[in-house]
């Protein structure tokens, strides 16, 4: 079985900082790329950004660009979201994940783990 867990989520105010991380351990995987999703309340879980180990291509959702970064260390297995300027929009559950194939990154239905999930909480 494999374990994502992530770690760093919080409360914020608006225009902070927080940087999430997200292990993973278990048995060994095909790891092809890791995303982060995030959930708000009554939405659907919707893409944020994702890495794919082999050439380190980045993707990010339009609605993060130019204020979240992914990046990741594939020898820890540890993929980060560094997350700047942040907004209340922002507010939601992070969900780390991991997909052994390749496919469009910004699907959820893509991913073959999934992490629990971390609070991230903006004030305005």
């Known amino acids: 079985q494999v374990q994502l867990v992530e770690s760093g989520g919080g409360l914020a105010q608006a225009g902070d900082s927080l940087r999430l991380s997200c292990a993973a351990s278990?048995?060994?995987?095909?790891?092809?790329?890791m995303g982060w999703f995030r959930q708000a309340p009554g939405k659907e879980r919707e893409f944020v950004a994702a890495?794919?180990?082999?050439?380190?291509?980045?993707l990010h959702a339009n609605s993060v660009k130019g204020r979240f970064t992914i990046s990741g260390d594939n020898a820890k297995k540890t993929v980060y979201l560094q997350m700047n300027s942040l907004k209340p929009e922002d507010t939601a559950v992070y969900y780390c994940a991991a997909r052994s194939s390749r496919g469009l990154l910004f699907l959820v239905g893509g991913y073959d783990y999934w992490g629990q999930g971390t609070q991230v909480t903006v004030s305005s």
């Open positions: 278990g048995r060994t995987f095909s790891n092809y790329a």
């Open positions: 890495i794919i180990w082999g050439d380190g291509t980045t």
